[in-house]
């Protein structure tokens, strides 16, 4: 059986599936899956991703959350932790950068949210001599103050899309049509979790919502309203979605998120207003969404960048200028990703981000 077989299957003996259902099977099926069965980063794979483009993104992220520890009184222990950590590179540049911050490192427990067994493997190899420990949900996270990094990871989480029709709502779904894999619509209905967006949308527009995403912001904005800490979370996306963003990668060239599923990296944009939000209820503050390159620039990566440049030359050099540029150029990384961060109420936000 491959994974198209048993989406077949599925939708013959259930009906047509939500995008959410074809991505969580796409993904995180744990025979089939795309994040399952593979290491899918870096120039061999489908996809690369800041930290695998620069050590200088993963150090950044380490002093920025070092420095939200130092101003809120060192507090010790604390949970150090990363949602979908990938290959353990942004984690293992973090704990490097971090290490001559007094009593951080004695203070820390790092604990990963990962789904992927082969990516485990990865993290296990890159963080060789700590030891962390392994999570299946932010749920699981203790009640201690709480430092966490998340990139790239709410973009792979499963959206569903409706389109604004009828006076209500249709969503998208995936059936078959001559026994192939194929997009369709339900039929409109109203849908009040889009109630707040009949304001800013019409006829014909498309809208996605992040069913995952809620929750997993509340268990980590609870922690840090409740026992202070701070999250950054870098992605792409913008305050609210509009339009259909759900896209495939396969060998770094966009690819027809129906074809070969489980063989593509499927990611949709975030839509950080619905993150924000949701810290807020947990009693979270939040700061205001930051372009990524911005942020860097702020954290100094020019001045880091000019640093590790001092005994480079040629080829070493060229490919540090072109990671910085890729980073922070507006053109590039710079502006489509944006970082949000979460920090306790009372406290001071997280360097290189404004309330
Ligand atoms: N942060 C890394 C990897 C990004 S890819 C980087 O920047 O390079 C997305 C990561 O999230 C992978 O590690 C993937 O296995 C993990 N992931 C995706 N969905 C998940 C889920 N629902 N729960 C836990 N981890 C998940």
Known sequence: MSLTGHLTARIRADGPLSV??????CLLHPKFGYYTTRDPLG?????????????????LIGLALAQAWLDQGAPAPFTLAELGP????????????????PGFHAAMQ???IEASPALRAAQAKALEGYAPEWLDTA???PDQPLLLAANEFFDALPIRQFLRAGGGWSEKRIGLTDGALSFGLSPAAPQPALDHRLADTQEGDLVEICEAAAPITQAIAARIAAHGG???IVDYG????LGDTLQALRAHEPADPLQSPGEADLTAHVDFEALAMAAKTAGCAFTRLTPQGVFLERLGITDRARALAAPLQGEALDSLAAAHRRLTHPGEMGNLFKVLGLY???TTPLPGLNP
Do not use: C, H, N
Request: glycine share 10%.
């Open 20 to 25: 959410a259902d074809y991505m969580a099977d």
């Open 43 to 59: 120039a061999k794979g489908d996809f690369t991703t800041a930290p695998e483009i620069s050590q200088m993104f993963g150090e």
């Open 86 to 101: 990938g290959r353990g590179t942004l984690m293992a540049d973090l704990l490097r950068a971090t290490r001559g911050v």
């Open 110 to 112: 790092i604990r990963l």
């Open 139 to 141: 749920d699981a996270l």
């Open 230 to 232: 701070a999250a950054l």
């Open 238 to 241: 913008d305050w609210r979605a």
């Open 344 to 346: 306790p109420p009372q």
